[in-house]
T-cell receptor, first 113, second 114 residues
Framework: DAKTTQPPSMDCAEGRAANLPCNHS???????VYWYRQIHSQGPQYIIH???NNETNEMASLIITEDRKSSTLILPHATLRDTAVYYC??????????????FGDGTTLTVKP | EPEVTQTPSHQVTQMGQEVILRCVPI?????FYWYRQILGQKVEFLVS????????KSEIFDDQFSVERPDGSNFTLKIRSTKLEDSAMYFC????????????FGPGTRLTVL
C-alpha cells in the first residue's frame, strides 16, 4: 500500500471550513483514497473515499488532484465535535485479499470556539 | 444504519490467561479484520479473514493469536496466553464485496492485561 504524508496537527475555528491535506505520491492506479477519523480511542469512523473524481457526502468533500498524488479532505463547517485524528489511507479495493488499511499518524484537528 | 459491534467493551485479565474478543460484522459483509492500537500508538493491522480462512496476517499475529467465525454472525479473536504487552484497544472491521470494499470499524474492546 502507498505511503501517505499528513501534517501532524491543524487548528480550525468553529464554523469555518477545515481543509486537511494528504500526500500520496506513490499511489497506484488501483488504489483508492480513504479518509477516516478517530475520536479519542473510539473505532476509526469512515468519512469518504475516492479514486479519481472529487466526491461529496453528508460529512465531507474529497478533492483529489488530477495526478492523484495528493488529496484534500474538506469539512465545510467544522464543529467542536469534529475534533479528532484524521487519517488518510490509500488501499487496494478490488482484491481477493480485500486489502488491509495501513494507518499512519494522521492529522490531529482541533476545532476551537 | 448497520454497524459493527464488539463485546465486551472492556476486558481485564491476568497475564497468561486466555481471552476471546467478539465481533459481529455487518450482516452482508464478507471480509473481516482485526486491528489493535496500543495506547498512544498507531492503529496496527493484525489479520484479515475471508471465505473461512486467513487472507493475510501481520508479524504481530503470532501463534498466540487465532481467529474464528464460529457461526454466520460472529467473528472472534482469541489470545491464548496473554502478555502485558497485549494490553491495547482491539478493533474489528468488515467490508462488503463491492468495487470499493469500504472498511467499517467497530467501537473496540479495551484489553487490560495485569
Amino acid at each position: 500500500d502507498a505511503k501517505t504524508t499528513q501534517p501532524p496537527s491543524m487548528d480550525c475555528a468553529e464554523g469555518r471550513a477545515a481543509n486537511l491535506p494528504c500526500n500520496h505520491s506513490t499511489i497506484s492506479g488501483n488504489e483508492y483514497v480513504y479518509w477516516y477519523r478517530q475520536i479519542h480511542s473510539q473505532g476509526p469512523q469512515y468519512i469518504i473515499h475516492g479514486l479519481k473524481n472529487n466526491e461529496t457526502n453528508e460529512m465531507a468533500s474529497l478533492i483529489i488532484t488530477e495526478d492523484r498524488k495528493s488529496s484534500t479532505l474538506i469539512l465545510p463547517h467544522a464543529t467542536l465535535r469534529d475534533t479528532a485524528v484524521y487519517y488518510c489511507i490509500v488501499r487496494v479495493a478490488i482484491s481477493t485479499n480485500a486489502g488491509k488499511s495501513t494507518f499512519g499518524d494522521g492529522t490531529t484537528l482541533t476545532v476551537k470556539p | 444504519e448497520p454497524e459493527v459491534t464488539q463485546t465486551p467493551s472492556h476486558q481485564v485479565t491476568q497475564m497468561g490467561q486466555e481471552v476471546i474478543l467478539r465481533c459481529v460484522p455487518i450482516s452482508n459483509h464478507l471480509y473481516f479484520y482485526w486491528y489493535r492500537q496500543i495506547l498512544g500508538q498507531k492503529v496496527e493491522f493484525l489479520v484479515s479473514f475471508y471465505n473461512n480462512e486467513i487472507s493475510e496476517k501481520s508479524e504481530i499475529f503470532d501463534d498466540q493469536f487465532s481467529v474464528e467465525r464460529p457461526d454466520g454472525s460472529n467473528f472472534t479473536l482469541k489470545i491464548r496466553s496473554t502478555k502485558l504487552e497485549d494490553s491495547a484497544m482491539y478493533f474489528c472491521a468488515s467490508t462488503e464485496e463491492t468495487d470499493t470494499n469500504t472498511q467499517y470499524f467497530g467501537p473496540g474492546t479495551r484489553l487490560t492485561v495485569l
